[in-house]
């Protein structure tokens, strides 16, 4: 059974860095068949879709253009986990954002399991 | 406004059938992307309901179906029950927006 625990402050500063953390435990952030996704929902854009890393012998990121010059998604193989920043944050970017796995099966790619969710306000 | 496109709201008494519908464009469920479905309970992540267009997960009974057709897709829901009151939205990937996008969700509403 996988489990995505999310970790991170639920408020920023505007202009500042958002950052979260992702730890899994029943799967390695390492996997070649899943890849590890942010997404995130509000009311005004509902659920969005922000990135994701793999390892394929390497590992690569695919970002959204809509943040795809502010967003990084870095895994960190020691500690099994994997980490969302997002810079220069505007009242916009106010979300719960979820960290989710993706994964490959049968030329099918989907995202099976969630983290719990972290509500962010991006307010001084 | 969410690339795929439902219903903000369905609702049925229970037993009945009742659809939700997902459509697309070429760049998405038109281009034979796969259509995935979502619940979503208030205050919890969406979980995985169908996969691969008609998919279902271990757990999901078999009152859940889906398909796919063209630019669009649609989930049904058969013999409807209270505890499936929540939100449903579709996923697919856009080769236009080289992104994986969602449905703006649609509240079901068990009369």
């Known amino acids: 059974q996988v489990q995505l625990e999310q970790s991170g402050p639920g408020l920023v500063k505007p202009s500042q860095t958002l950052s979260l953390t992702c730890a899994i435990s029943g799967d390695r952030v390492s996997s070649n068949s899943a890849a590890w996704n942010w997404i995130r929902q509000s009311p005004s854009r509902g659920l969005e879709w922000l990135g994701r890393a793999e390892y394929r012998s390497k590992w690569s990121n695919d970002y959204a253009l809509s943040v795809k010059s502010r967003i990084t998604i870095n895994p960190d193989t020691s500690r099994n986990q994997f980490s969302l920043q997002l810079k220069s944050v505007t009242p916009e970017d106010t979300a719960v954002y979820y960290c989710a796995r993706g994964l490959y099966i049968n030329s099918y790619y989907y995202f099976d399991y969630w983290g719990q969710g972290t509500p962010v306000t991006v307010s001084s | 406004q969410s690339v795929l496109t439902q219903p903000p709201s369905v609702s049925g008494a229970p037993g009945q059938r009742v659809t939700i519908s997902c459509t697309g464009s070429?760049?998405?469920?038109?281009?034979?992307?796969?259509v995935h479905w979502y619940r979503q309970l208030p205050g919890t992540a969406p979980k995985l309901l169908i996969y691969g267009n008609n998919n279902r997960p271990s757990g999901v009974p078999d009152r859940f179906s889906a398909s796919k057709s063209g630019t669009s897709a649609s989930l049904a829901i058969t013999g409807l029950q209270a505890e499936d009151e929540a939100d449903y939205y579709c996923q697919s990937y856009d080769s236009s927006l080289t992104a994986w996008v969602f449905g703006g969700g649609t509240e079901l509403t068990v009369l």
């Open positions: 070429s760049s998405n469920i038109g281009a034979r992307f796969d």
